[in-house]
């Protein structure tokens, strides 16, 4: 409530949709999987069920305090506390070259456009050309300005853009937007 613009959820995501946010992860092989903005590690849990112990799971958390928290829960996860626009840099330090898979708990309908078009251009910028990129929004924000312009940033960014059905256990009901291919 003190944070909206940081911390954009008034409740950890549920299990049901964390399996849909993260549905992308590839089965098989080494993928790389970034997350931004873990917080307190619903979407974390999932994505290394999906490993299981394969690839690289890098998650960019901005408070401090929380990415100490979750790298003590995850320590098979490569937590930064950092801002997630400079993802470019992240990868390149570690040597990781593009993600496959983009995983977003970012609350995008909170940011301006300015910083909803940097955040998102460091995420086009960090894909593989067949990559994937994942985030919710909630049911009941859609008709928001910020939330329909966000919309719009996705379908001028990605190729394809596909929204899941209503999670409607979570609180507040949400759905998954499922971005694909990258425009350069």
Not at 46 to 75: D, S, T, W, Y
Not at 93 to 119: K, M
Request: glycine letters at 8%; zero cysteines.
């Amino acid at each position: 409530m003190r944070s909206p613009a940081v911390i954009g959820a008034i409740a950890p995501s549920s299990r049901r949709l964390s399996e849909a946010v993260t549905a992308p992860i590839p089965e098989k092989g080494e993928p790389v999987v970034v997350e931004l903005g873990p917080g307190t590690g619903p979407f974390t849990a999932v994505i290394q069920e999906r490993l299981g112990g394969r690839g690289h799971h890098l998650a960019i958390e901005i408070n401090k305090p929380m990415a100490e928290r979750l790298a003590a829960r995850f320590p098979r996860v490569d937590v930064v506390s950092a801002d997630a626009s400079d993802l470019p840099a992240l990868l390149a330090e570690r040597g990781l070259g593009q993600a496959d898979v983009v995983v977003s708990g970012l609350p995008w309908a909170a940011f301006g456009v300015e910083l909803q078009n940097r955040l998102m251009s460091a995420v086009t910028r960090s894909m593989i050309p067949s990559g994937a990129f994942t985030t919710f929004a909630y049911v009941h924000a859609l008709a928001l300005p910020p939330a329909g312009r966000f919309r719009r940033l996705l379908t001028q960014r990605f190729e394809e853009v596909v929204p899941s059905r209503t999670v409607w256990r979570n609180l507040p009901p949400a759905f998954v937007y499922n971005a694909r291919r990258p425009r350069g």
